[in-house]
């Protein structure tokens, strides 16, 4: 039931779930990879795709309402001179490495955009960045699922169990870190 549903809709749910932040949504993927009910592959492109359509939407809001959206969210105007000073110095590898870089995986492009760093250049930066995360989240769902059969044996009356288990470890992580991040912006308010 659980592998025919993930096989299903998982591709639509990872693409939705890429479109923001992810990573939980991308790591299970990989786990399904793994447990043969989604293609690795298409995994990989799908998160690309669905992490990569989320950047550019955020970057567009950025250049369409930037100065709005930092007037109105003080804690997005405070990361902004980060984002400057950094794309003075390494302007490529900020792009791609922003979506790993906690706290501003949606707020970078949006800052990138009020940057006016040139489309071009941030589309062909931020797709290469996409495809990296992809692979690198997927590949640790993967191996979750590969751990887990080589600790369990054969996992097949568990693998409901684990995905469950897999998701609500996740969640308190990507909890305590956007809190982190949050209390980091605070005091850089400051």
Known sequence: MLSQLIAHYGYLALFAGTLVEGETVLILAGFSAHRGWL??????????????????????????????????????AARRGR???LLARFSAPIIVGIRFMYGLRVAGPVLLG??????????????????????????LGYLFGEAALLLLGRIAHLEGLLFALLA?????????????AHRAAAQGTR
Do not use: H, K, M
């Not at 592959?41 to 950025?62: M, Q």
């Open 83 to 85: 984002i400057d000073t």
């Open 114 to 139: 009020v940057a006016r760093v040139p489309a071009a250049t941030f589309v062909g930066w931020n797709l290469a960045g996409a495809l990296v995360w992809a692979c690198v989240f997927g590949t």
């Open 168 to 180: 609500v470890l996740a969640l308190p992580l990507l909890v305590w870190l956007r809190r982190r």
């Open 39 to 76: 293609d690795f592959p298409l995994v990989v492109a799908v998160a690309a795709a669905g992490g990569s359509l989320g950047d550019i939407l955020a970057y567009t809001l950025g250049r369409w309402q930037g100065e709005r959206l930092l007037a109105r969210f003080p804690s997005l």
